[in-house]
């Protein structure tokens, strides 16, 4: 099914006897067993004023048309959705929707926060049918409960979203991106640390002990207006005194597909394996790493995202004893696979899926 | 305003709960006597008052969940309390109502600048926090402007914002952490020093739930390197609307300014009189800060005036230093001072779509008139966050209730053209019966939905939030105190 309007999408609901599959443009390669409803037919930007920096838009609408409209404008989705259609082997064009109810966040949430920091408002069909709206188009909001950041990342187990307002940022005039090669990671999550606890505004921070030509490679960026940019390079060169081989690169385009290599984990496209996503404090990456038996891996937010290429039958959780965090199976046996959590926040979960979906219609098991 | 009659089987069984809380606490951490309760009577929205039961002050987690667990089962409402620096009521107490405070848990656990995170008890003030990482070239970047005196627990409660939100967000942004405790009892670690969350964002729901939820005892919040300096510059403009016209404009030409303030001919003038910071005599007020080197600041600061040289400002005033900054932002910080020698004054805190600015400035205007009460402007213009600030005279019969309805006009405003009742002060009780204008039935069912699970009982500061009538299947049938 794909309901037009809004008003459809809650008749959907309330009339549904069976559980649903919800599907945005299905590039999440996700299998939920359900009568598959999908977004798409909720297309469209419904409001967009580049001088308050908000956009609203329909939860079907394709990420492609909302990040050309903003690139019309000079603006962006700071948050850096990646394109996960080449790690999960996926077709399909990505939805706003989509986005916001995996969280999906880039590179840069490390410094200007996660998808769900941008997310100003709601609109989602609850269990029961109704067209529930949460949040609003502006910044500062605190009035009644926060259900829009809880909504994001709920992965459509908790309603079916049918708008989402986003606050945007303008894109900058430069970036620049200071390279580091040869580092171990331990070295590299070091240099990460120092250069995001700079007051130069990092807002990237990467590293792969095995970059594109093969040796290890630490990536940081540093974005704004060219004046800014180009002092800052410096700046950030003399504050980190590391002794790597260092390259200053501030192409356009080499900078773009740079950062489109980290946001969308181009390093295992094509490749065989389990795709692990890991989420724990910078410091503790290293260590843990080197537990785990893996084919490749990737650093990102300073070490506080580390991407894992494993043999199928590498357990990464098993590893994670003493450190804080979580683990999510991305691609391997079955579906998307979360972290367990502790018996006081499942029932807390559990609680909340019972009031927004009494009758267990959405996305049944997706998120335990 | 209303409030619920308290529970008569609870007033009566005080001597009883106040014994059982003693069992649990440490000597001195149970307060009962009428004497010394009457400090907790209110927090900063001091025109309602009310003595609490009792006031449970403990120094440990487990101490919290011991006295949360004995409210539990006896069935006493609880109000949770930081600082007491709430506008809105959030900590405004019922006679039958335990106060449990974590002022004496102020404690730093954990300072990591390599992970840039900070662990503290949340007793300890948001200025403090700072205090701890500053002489390491850190800061906490959420900035109420109670910071000296308000408690982290209750920034979470509300989910503070500040001046500089703009560019730093607001305390839901900076928090990656929180130890729960529940109505039960429980202990509940959700999130972690970590950047995102495994499962649900319960501690999305949990920031800004106003203490309905539970107790936020420990919290693990993100410390951001201090910039390289910061300087502002003060645009002054015979018109509000060229003045919005001309924050529009710095947005749209890509300068992120870590915060733009706005004041009005009335605020202006208040302040002059006040602090002398030698603002001009005009209509509208801008002041925008950007951070970064001298240079970078120089630069920015360039390009804001160049936009703003287009929208003939009647001054133009760029900082060149540190004395220079603090005369700039001496009037803006002393407005609320300054109105408040003129009058007593109620501050509204809607935020509404930037674009909406020119509009709502002209209905408020009109409706100051309307309602005879006069009202200053001063807010966060980059993030649409209003302060009206009305004035009135407390001592005269009437005005207090005249001022509520205008204030309640104005909000209505607010939400009429998109934007929402509260941007950083929340609910509380203050602006509990307007919800109804923001959010339809089923809107609000789901949210009490979510206070249903954690606290079945809804005895967690049970009459703020939501509008009485609304929420009173859910907290029992009680009669209405008016």
């Known amino acids: 099914m794909i309901p037009k309007t809004e008003i459809e999408m809650a008749e959907t609901i309330r009339e549904a006897k069976s559980p649903i599959a919800l599907h945005g443009g299905g590039s999440r390669g996700l299998s939920v067993h359900g009568d598959p409803i999908k977004t798409t037919g909720l297309n469209g930007i419904t409001l967009y004023e580049p001088g308050s920096l908000t956009l609203v838009a329909q939860a079907g609408t394709p990420i492609l048309d909302i990040e ?61 049918g109704r067209a529930i709206s949460n949040g609003g188009r502006v910044m500062k909001n605190v009035t009644g409960y926060d259900l829009a950041k809880l909504m994001a990342g709920s992965w459509g187990t908790l309603g079916v979203m049918t708008e989402v307002s986003l606050k945007v940022l303008p894109n900058p005039e430069m ?157 391997g046996e079955g579906h998307l696979l979360f972290h367990p959590e502790p018996t006081a926040i499942v029932k807390l979960s559990q609680g909340l899926r019972a009031k927004f979906d009494p009758r267990g219609l959405f996305n049944q098991g997706l998120m335990g | 305003m209303e409030m619920p009659l308290p529970d008569q089987t609870v007033l009566a069984r005080k001597a009883e709960i106040v014994a059982l809380l003693r069992r649990v606490l440490p000597a001195g951490s149970v307060i009962d006597a009428p004497e010394e309760t009457y400090a907790y009577e209110c927090d900063a929205l001091t025109a309602y008052r009310c003595p609490p039961l009792a006031v449970v ?6 101490q919290v969940a011991a006295a949360l667990k004995i409210c539990h089962e006896q069935n006493v409402p ?47 003030t948001n200025l403090s926090v700072t205090g701890a990482v500053e002489e390491n070239g850190f800061f906490y970047a959420p900035d109420p402007s109670s910071q000296l005196a308000c408690a982290i627990a209750g920034n979470i409660a509300m989910n503070s914002g500040g001046a500089h939100c703009l560019k730093y967000g607001v305390t839901t942004n900076n928090l990656l952490g929180a130890r729960l405790v529940t109505i039960e009892g429980d202990i509940i670690d959700v999130g972690g020093p970590y950047m995102d969350a495994g499962g649900l964002d319960l501690l999305a729901l949990i920031c800004g739930s106003e203490g309905q939820l539970g107790i936020v005892t420990e919290a693990t919040l993100r410390i951001l390197p201090k910039p390289e300096g910061a300087r502002p510059i003060l645009i002054g403009f015979d018109d509000n609307e060229v003045a919005g016209a001309c924050v529009s404009d710095v947005i749209k030409a890509g300068i992120l300014p870590v915060a733009i303030e706005f004041m009005d001919r009335i605020c202006i003038r208040a302040t002059e009189d006040f602090a002398g910071a030698g603002y001009p005599d005009c209509e509208a007020l801008l002041i925008v800060e950007v951070e970064g080197s001298d240079a970078e600041i120089d630069a920015q600061l360039e390009r804001i005036s160049e936009i703003a040289q287009k929208h003939n400002p009647v001054e133009l005033r760029q900082s060149q230093s540190a004395e220079e900054s603090a005369k700039i932002w001496l009037g803006r910080k002393s407005a609320f001072g300054a109105m408040g020698q003129i009058n007593d004054y109620m501050c509204l805190d809607g935020t509404i779509p930037v674009s909406q600015l020119p509009l709502v400035l002209r209905r408020i205007s009109e409706l100051s008139e309307e309602f005879g009460l006069k009202v200053g402007n001063v807010f966060h213009a980059g993030d649409g966050n209003m302060h009206p600030l009305i004035l009135f005279d407390a001592n005269k019969p009437g005005d207090l209730e005249k001022c509520e309805d205008l204030g309640a006009e104005i909000l209505k405003l607010c939400v009429s053209v998109g934007g929402c009742l509260t941007g950083e002060h929340g609910v509380g009780v203050e602006k509990r019966e307007l919800m109804t204008h923001q959010f339809s039935a089923d809107d609000l069912d789901i949210q009490m939905a979510v206070k249903d699970v954690f606290d079945e009982k809804w005895l967690l500061n049970p009459a703020k939030v939501f509008p009485l009538s609304v929420s009173a299947s859910r907290r029992g049938p009680q009669e209405v105190n008016r």
């Not at chain 1, 077709?91 to 109810?101: H, R, W």
């Not at chain 1, 950062?259 to 692990?276: A, I, P, S």
């Open chain 1, 68 to 128: 050309a409209a903003l690139a019309a404008e000079g603006q962006r989705l700071a948050f850096e959705p990646m394109d996960s259609r080449g790690l999960t082997g996926s077709a399909g064009a990505s939805t706003i929707g989509g986005v916001v109810a995996a969280n999906n966040s880039g590179p840069r949430r490390v410094s200007v926060g996660a998808c769900r920091d941008f997310l100003l408002g709601v609109r989602f069909i609850d269990g029961m």
């Open chain 1, 175 to 331: 970036t620049g991106v200071l390279l580091l090669n040869g580092l171990d990671d331990q070295a590299a999550v070091a240099v990460m640390s120092k250069a995001l606890g700079s007051p130069f505004e990092v807002t990237g921070a990467a590293h792969a002990p095995v970059g594109v030509d093969g040796h290890p490679v630490t990536m940081l960026r540093l974005e704004g207006f060219e004046e800014s940019v180009t002092y800052r390079l410096d700046a950030l060169r003399q504050h980190l005194a590391s002794d790597a081989e260092q390259v200053i690169e501030t192409s356009p385009d080499r900078t773009t597909a740079g950062w489109k290599w980290v946001r969308d984990v181009e390093l295992f496209h094509g490749r065989k394996g389990n795709v692990w996503r890991v989420s724990v404090k910078p410091s503790d990456a290293p260590a843990l790493v080197s537990r785990i038996e893996n084919d490749a891996v990737l650093y990102d937010w300073g070490g506080g995202l580390i991407w894992l290429l494993c043999p199928e039958d590498e357990d990464v959780r098993s590893k994670m004893h003493g450190v804080q965090g979580h683990a999510t199976l991305v691609r």
């Open chain 2, 57 to 62: 002050l403990p120094e440990t987690t487990e």
């Open chain 2, 78 to 124: 609880v109000v949770p309390r930081g600082a007491g620096t709430s506008l809105a009521g959030g900590a405004m107490p019922t006679s039958d109502a335990v106060i449990i405070g974590i002022a004496k848990m102020n404690e730093v656990l954990e300072t990591d600048y390599d992970n840039r995170i900070i662990r503290v008890q949340t007793g300890r």
